[in-house]
């Protein structure tokens, strides 16, 4: 065995280097389908009139379409779980900002139209 076979066979079997996961096709099918299927969900509720909630239901079809995302599409479910948690906690402090920013839009809307 040559010396550079010998050090590509070394690399490969190294504890310490980084391991790829290989996520099953159909489990990213499903995840494409979802999302596709979550994304229907979020035009079909701007068809229904449900008052000052449907910025919240947008909203939180949203943060399950980003959570599965990170999860499935970047890996987060096989990688370390505070990985995990950092991202869903990330997830949760946008949505709770933009959900602030939205209550007190409303406060100010009766001055805006006109």
Known sequence: MNEQTQQTHEAAHDDSGMHVHVVPIPVL????GA????????VAV????????NIWLAMLIAVVKASLVGLYFMHLR????FHGV?????LAFVFLFVAIVLMDTVAYQPDLIR
Not at 35 to 42: A, H, K, S, W, Y
Not at 46 to 53: H, K
């Open 29 to 32: 099918l499903m995840t494409w």
């Open 35 to 42: 999302l596709i299927l979550l994304t229907v969900i979020t």
């Open 46 to 53: 701007t068809y229904v009139d449900l008052g000052s909630f």
């Open 78 to 81: 096989w990688d370390f779980p």
């Open 86 to 90: 950092l991202f869903l906690g990330s």
